[in-house]
Each structure stands twice: as structure tokens, then as C-alpha cells.
């Protein structure tokens, strides 16, 4: 059984730099075809997607969050991270990490998820 287990801090400063580590038990994050993502949902809106790592490593970003978003992994530890820049109050939402297989859009795991509020 895969889980996905999402750390960091609640609490973000504007300005500053966002980082979550995803942390995986259960299967290796360099499997072949699975891709890493990261999600995240703001108050009272619908599911927005961040960006994925690949089991090789690549990464991919969404275009609307690319030139603040960048991903990173340990594969030694089977953790991924997430770090958004310059972050602003329209960044708090609960933060979730999953697992798609392909990529085909449909993720099989998920972590529970973690609020992140950015306020000063």
C-alpha cells in the first residue's frame, strides 16, 4: 500500500519561499511511469494542479506558476519536495502531494493534505 505523507510549515510570510516535502512509504518515487505531483485547492475554490517530478527526474510546471514553482527530490529518503517563491496570499490553500501513473491525469494515491496559510 502507497502513502503519501505532506510536511512543511502552516505558516508563510508573503515574500517568502513555500517549500513542502512529500514523503512516500510503500513504492519508490523512481519507479518507471509514475510522475510526482503536487496540487494544491485555495478556499472555496475547485483543484488546481502545480507540477509533477518524473521517476527520471524531469519536472514539468504549470505555465501559470512555472517562474516561481520548482520541484526536487531525494531519492535516498523517497521524499519530493515543493518550493513556490515570492509568495503572496492568493498561494494559501491545503497543499497535497499524489501519484499518477503515466501521466494519465489520474491519481491513484493521494496524501491527505496540508493547510498553508500565507499571511504576515
Known amino acids: 500500500q502507497v502513502q503519501l505523507q505532506e510536511s512543511g510549515p502552516g505558516l508563510v510570510k508573503p515574500s517568502q519561499t513555500l517549500s513542502l516535502t512529500c514523503t512516500v512509504s510503500?513504492?519508490?518515487?523512481?519507479?518507471?511511469?509514475?510522475?510526482w505531483m503536487w496540487i494544491r485547492q485555495p478556499p472555496g475554490k475547485g483543484l488546481e494542479w502545480i507540477g509533477y517530478?518524473?521517476?527520471?527526474?524531469?519536472?514539468y510546471y504549470s505555465p501559470s506558476l512555472k517562474s516561481r514553482t520548482s520541484i526536487s527530490r531525494d531519492t535516498s529518503k523517497n521524499q519530493f519536495t515543493l518550493h513556490l517563491s515570492s509568495v503572496t496570499p492568493e498561494d494559501t490553500a491545503v497543499y497535497y502531494c499524489?501519484?499518477?501513473?503515466?501521466?494519465?491525469?489520474?491519481?491513484?494515491?493521494w496524501g491527505q493534505g496540508t493547510q498553508v496559510t500565507v499571511s504576515s
Open positions: 499524489a501519484r499518477d501513473f503515466g501521466p494519465t491525469g489520474l491519481y491513484d494515491y
Open positions: 517530478i518524473g521517476a527520471s527526474g524531469n519536472t
Open positions: 510503500g513504492g519508490s518515487i523512481t519507479t518507471n511511469r509514475y510522475y
